[in-house]
């Protein structure tokens, strides 16, 4: 179907199975999954609304696309209109869907990139560019361009200069500009910004789309909570074939992602957490022979022994460390490897003692 690539992490497999015989047992760090709790306020708006006979609102509550334009415009310096928020049933599901939805027919996005902006663009029967220099495309006719930044795999940060350049072209041409910008409050070295800064898009959201997504920030991958916000017209426009898709995210998973981005407190302690394992696991792979390439920002480390990227999987894997290989994420990965810091304290403290 669609000529869709066969699913990357099947190929992870016997690399596991040999980490999971390690005598103290594996060390996950090649998915970025959550693994600490919930918080208990978001648990609590959960089961308050577990009583929702009804449909959901496709459009979400008032109160919800308030609670997200409210986030934005405290901790990232965007003012939106509330009409302007469209909840989504995680991010994942929306940069797979964006293209078909927007029958897009050339779709870009970075050279190193999230494997989902390329299966999206092959579902919709698009044409696709990965490139970072947009102005080496010349004239080339783009319905498309997602950016990701804070980058997975790489934590790049893109700079507003960078960014404006980015949404100028766009605009010269016709073309839509996706942010994804699922990892934004997890800054370290640089300070990431949002496509719908006045500083990078000029007070005009025409033409935009930012995407959040609350998985890594509160915890809540499993509740498939995320939002896109930016041009009301487009989100407008979504909105209409969202309805006829019934693409809605149920009610009692609003009313948790409302007290969510309500709630700045429990973010920045689950902030704090992954701070901490950085600070021990990134100084223990450079000591081991890793050199880390960005990873200024988001949740993983960008590492290169300057070898093949499964060379270096296979090696992890023998001291019970799984990992993922750059070549997921792009040809120019096949030297790389990203490493997640999502595992637990305990599991971060067993991969350091074995890195030593």
Same mark, same amino acid.
């Given at each position: 179907?669609?000529?869709?690539?066969?699913?990357?992490?099947?190929?992870?497999?016997?690399?596991?199975?040999?980490?999971?015989?390690?005598?103290?047992?594996?060390?996950?760090?090649?998915?970025?999954?959550?693994?600490?709790?919930?918080?208990?306020?978001?648990?609590?708006?959960?089961?308050?609304?577990?009583?929702?006979?009804?449909?959901?609102?496709?459009?979400?509550?008032?109160?919800?696309?308030?609670?997200?334009?409210?986030?934005?415009?405290?901790?990232?310096?965007?003012?939106?209109?509330?009409?302007?928020?469209?909840?989504?049933?995680?991010?994942?599901?929306?940069?797979?869907?964006?293209?078909?939805?927007?029958?897009?027919?050339?779709?870009?996005?970075?050279?190193?990139?999230?494997?989902?902006?390329?299966?999206?663009?092959?579902?919709?029967?698009?044409?696709?560019?990965?490139?970072?220099?947009?102005?080496?495309?010349?004239?080339?006719?783009?319905?498309?361009?997602?950016?990701?930044?804070?980058?997975?795999?790489?934590?790049?940060?893109?700079?507003?200069?960078?960014?404006?350049?980015?949404?100028?072209?766009?605009?010269?041409?016709?073309?839509?500009?996706?942010?994804?910008?699922?990892?934004?409050?997890?800054?370290?070295?640089?300070?990431?910004?949002?496509?719908?800064?006045?500083?990078?898009?000029?007070?005009?959201?025409?033409?935009?789309?930012?995407?959040?997504?609350?998985?890594?920030?509160?915890?809540?991958?499993?509740?498939?909570?995320?939002?896109?916000?930016?041009?009301?017209?487009?989100?407008?426009?979504?909105?209409?074939?969202?309805?006829?898709?019934?693409?809605?995210?149920?009610?009692?998973?609003?009313?948790?992602?409302?007290?969510?981005?309500?709630?700045?407190?429990?973010?920045?302690?689950?902030?704090?957490?992954?701070? +901490?394992? %950085?600070?021990?696991? !990134?100084? $223990?792979?450079?000591?081991?022979?890793? *050199? =880390?390439?960005?990873?200024?920002?988001? @949740?993983?480390?960008?590492?290169?022994?300057?070898?093949?990227?499964?060379?270096?999987?296979?090696?992890?894997?023998?001291?019970?460390?799984?990992?993922?290989?750059?070549?997921?994420?792009?040809? +120019?990965? %096949?030297?790389?490897? !990203?490493? $997640?810091?999502?595992?637990?304290?305990? *599991? =971060?403290?067993?991969?350091?003692?074995? @890195?030593?």
């Amino acid at each position: 179907m669609h000529n869709l690539p066969d699913f990357p992490w099947d190929r992870l497999v016997p690399y596991k199975e040999r980490a999971q015989a390690h005598p103290d047992g594996i060390v996950d760090l090649s998915v970025g999954t959550p693994v600490d709790p919930v918080p208990r306020i978001v648990q609590e708006a959960l089961a308050g609304a577990a009583d929702s006979p009804g449909y959901p609102l496709t459009y979400g509550t008032a109160e919800l696309r308030a609670s997200a334009a409210g986030w934005l415009r405290r901790r990232h310096g965007v003012t939106v209109d509330e009409r302007a928020v469209l909840p989504l049933i995680g991010s994942k599901e929306f940069v797979a869907w964006l293209p078909t939805l927007l029958g897009a027919k050339q779709v870009v996005f970075p050279e190193l990139a999230y494997p989902t902006y390329d299966v999206g663009a092959r579902m919709a029967g698009a044409e696709t560019v990965a490139a970072d220099g947009l102005l080496t495309l010349g004239p080339a006719r783009v319905d498309l361009v997602w950016v990701n930044s804070p980058s997975n795999p790489t934590g790049k940060v893109l700079p507003a200069d960078h960014l404006r350049k980015v949404v100028s072209w766009a605009r010269e041409r016709g073309a839509i500009v996706a942010s994804d910008e699922c990892y934004i409050e997890l800054g370290w070295e640089e300070e990431p910004i949002s496509i719908l800064h006045p500083d990078v898009c000029g007070g005009s959201h025409e033409g935009l789309l930012a995407v959040h997504s609350l998985s890594k920030r509160s915890n809540l991958a499993g509740y498939r909570a995320g939002f896109v916000a930016g041009d009301l017209a487009l989100v407008a426009r979504l909105l209409e074939i969202r309805k006829h898709a019934g693409m809605i995210m149920p009610q009692p998973v609003q009313a948790a992602m409302t007290v969510a981005l309500g709630d700045d407190a429990h973010a920045d302690a689950q902030r704090e957490l992954y701070a +901490a394992r %950085r600070e021990v696991l !990134r100084p $223990a792979l450079e000591k081991a022979g890793w *050199r =880390i390439d960005h990873s200024t920002a988001g @949740l993983y480390l960008w590492a290169s022994d300057g070898g093949d990227c499964w060379d270096q999987v296979r090696r992890l894997s023998e001291i019970g460390i799984l990992v993922a290989p750059g070549e997921f994420y792009g040809f +120019a990965g %096949r030297s790389h490897i !990203r490493i $997640a810091v999502t595992a637990t304290d305990e *599991r =971060i403290g067993a991969a350091v003692r074995r @890195l030593q």
